[in-house]
């Protein structure tokens, strides 16, 4: 079992940053890819970022690349996104999830997650 919690979630004005952490407790955390994921209001969860085990490989959604970036220090057993050049589409609850099998980018291949953190970015 892995738990996940993050934090760093909150209100910033068009166009900031925030550094969202996720802590997993466990100490089976480097050997889990880690994603985040996010869910605006009335839409379904989607996909945001991800990082391999070891964290030398990463993927992104288009709608992040290039503002937002994933690392993890599995000493701390943590992930972090950076998210810079927030905007309003931004908006949402932001999930971490940690999968244990090669995963790629939807909810179900995911097996942990946390409970979320909001984010909103008003104009």
């Known amino acids: 079992q892995v738990q996940l919690v993050e934090s760093g979630g909150g209100s910033v004005q068009a166009g900031g940053s925030l550094r969202l952490s996720c802590t997993a407790s466990g100490r089976t955390f480097s050997s889990y890819t880690m994603g985040w994921f996010r869910q605006a209001p009335g839409k379904e969860r989607e996909f945001a970022a991800r990082?391999?085990?070891?964290?030398?490989?990463?993927y992104y959604a288009d709608s992040v690349k290039g503002r937002f970036t994933i690392s993890r220090d599995n000493a701390k057993n943590t992930v972090y996104l950076q998210m810079n050049s927030l905007n309003v589409e931004d908006t949402a609850v932001y999930y971490c999830?940690?999968?244990?099998?090669?995963?790629?980018?939807?909810?179900?291949?995911?097996?942990?997650w946390g409970q979320g953190t909001q984010v909103t970015v008003s104009s």
């Open positions: 990082i391999s085990r070891s964290g030398g490989v990463t």
């Open positions: 999830a940690a999968g244990s099998r090669p995963i790629g980018t939807r909810t179900y291949e995911y097996d942990y």
